[in-house]
């Protein structure tokens, strides 16, 4: 498993995209030519309720990391998952899927 | 010189794709526009044309076949009619928002219903916004050469953008003409190898067709308006250095007879050759009659169009389209809001006619001025246009 992202250091390239870039600051066809530059892009944004994981319940399975279609579940130093935030939508599969239930949808306004 | 031989203007439009060295080919065939992709077809199978002849399942695979060639550096063709065009739409507009020059012949005939074969402008009036170059041509000699102009004006770098070529299904597509090939020397000197500004290469990777959102996609669209905007010096001079080499300049907007003209035609296409004869007839009878060619259909050649109507009275607009419900054809909408406000605008009276092919002749042309030339004094509606020879 690749804990790679994590290091990436968010919102560095950031004003790039954020910024407000006029029409002649655009190239030839709206072309993207810095690969990759989605990672950069703040999905947590979307988000109306996050998982919360109950550690005395969980198995260290990874069965939401593979379910989670975002990507957004990482393995933690303990042997545990977490979502990052900075990606993740919210959308639930996690729990849904979570053998143990030990994942609860928590509004973001609690 | 290059022969000038009688050939159907079909097998020529496809040699000159050949003698462009195309290098991706990728369509579905569909009449008027059959004979162009089957003698291409032919060439490839027959080891003559060193390309890519790729047969797909439809138009809108088609269409989606020349934008990937087209984004990894090849030289692509494309080519279809009515229904075709419009099974592909939705790519034709892709297409153009990331600039790829691709070229291709529209062989121009009816959108259904009911269904017809034969010829007139609805269908590319349904794509009049997809913001790609488009030119209309008038007989065989002008399919050839616009064949090497596309490719040329798409492929230059400062323009990078798909290019239409409007030719008359049956009116131009089935005739035999006599029609000059140019050398194959001619082509290499007026049409360079293809540099793309962009590529899809695994050495340099980029993604097109990104998403856009609110926060860019305005800036995105004015950008790509004024690439469309900003082709037309180069199309002029493409057109230059075509008169350089083969002794004929085409312009965006080309008259006949309108020195001293009241009153004059305009139209797009195949009519332009008949029209060019009954205003012979009837200068000879005294008219002063004139016409005016719009060969730029897009980007729309504002200036030129101004020009050519300075001081007529009356521009009689013929349109072979309908807009269903609209204040007038296609064309002499835009050409009564082009004029409106101009200090001693024309009056405009607006014919529609030729649809599905239905035969316009020289007599036409002339009781379409006379009556016409009956209300030169009356104010015409901005609205007002006549569906002529339909059966009351």
């Known amino acids: ?110 | 010189m290059g022969k000038r031989i009688g050939i159907e203007v079909s097998i020529a439009a496809a040699d000159a794709i050949a003698m462009a060295n195309v290098d991706v080919v990728a369509a579905y065939p569909i009449t008027p526009q059959t004979h162009i992709v089957e003698h291409l077809a032919e060439l490839v199978a027959e080891g003559e044309l060193d390309a890519e002849f790729v047969p797909v399942e439809s138009e809108h695979s088609a269409m989606s076949v020349a934008c990937g060639s087209s984004a990894a550096g090849a030289r692509t063709f494309t080519c279809t009619s009515s229904q075709g065009l419009a099974l592909m739409n939705e790519i034709v507009f892709i297409a153009a928002s990331m600039k790829l020059p691709i070229v291709m012949i529209l062989a121009n005939r009816s959108l259904s219903g009911p269904i017809s074969i034969w010829n007139d402008h609805s269908d590319v009036m349904s794509v009049r916004d997809c913001g790609w170059i488009q030119v209309f041509v008038e007989n065989g000699q002008e399919v050839f050469d616009h064949v090497m102009f596309a490719f040329k004006v798409a492929e230059n770098k400062k323009v990078s953008l798909p290019v239409i070529i409007n030719m008359d299904g049956f009116a131009l597509t089935h005739m035999i003409e006599p029609i000059e090939y140019w050398e194959q020397e001619e082509v290499n000197q007026y049409l360079p190898d293809f540099e793309p500004v962009s590529r899809l290469h695994p050495d340099k990777p980029i993604s097109m067709g990104a998403f856009g959102m609110p926060n860019n996609f305005t800036e995105v669209k004015k950008a790509q308006d004024q690439a469309l905007r900003d082709s037309k010096p180069e199309i002029i001079k493409a057109w230059k250095e075509l008169a350089e080499l083969k002794g004929k300049e085409y312009k965006p907007v080309e008259t006949y007879q309108t020195e001293d003209a009241e009153i004059v035609f305009m139209a797009m296409g195949s009519f332009n050759e008949t029209l060019s004869l009954a205003i012979d007839e009837m200068r000879e009878a005294g008219q002063k009659v004139g016409l005016v060619k719009i060969r730029l259909w897009r980007p729309f050649p504002l200036d030129e169009i101004e020009e050519a109507v300075k001081g007529v009275k009356q521009v009689i607009v013929i349109d072979r389209a309908i807009s269903f419900g609209g204040p007038g054809g296609p064309v002499a909408s835009e050409i009564r809001s082009a004029l409106y406000g101009q200090e001693n605008a024309p009056g405009i009276t607006n014919y529609i006619c030729g649809l599905a092919g239905r035969d316009v002749t020289i007599k036409d042309f002339i009781k379409i001025y006379e009556e016409s030339k009956a209300k030169l004094h009356d104010r015409v509606r901005q609205d007002e246009y006549i569906i002529y020879g339909v059966r009351e």
Not at chain 1, 46 to 58: A, G, L, Q
Not at chain 1, 64 to 76: R, S
Not at chain 1, 82 to 87: C, K, Q, R, T
């Open chain 1, 1 to 110: 498993m690749k804990e790679g992202r994590n290091d990436f250091k968010r919102g560095e390239k950031l004003g790039k995209i954020s910024a407000e870039p006029t029409w002649k600051d655009l190239g030839t066809g709206f072309i993207v030519d810095d690969p990759g530059n989605s990672k950069e892009y703040k999905t947590g944004d979307w988000r109306s309720s996050r998982p919360v994981v109950d550690k005395s319940k969980c198995i260290s399975c990874g069965v939401c990391y593979i379910f989670c279609p975002d990507m957004a579940i990482v393995k933690t130093e303990d042997g545990f998952f977490e979502a990052d935030l900075y990606y993740c939508k919210g959308c639930g599969i996690c729990a849904h899927e979570c053998f143990t239930q030990c994942i609860t949808m928590v509004a973001e306004e609690e």
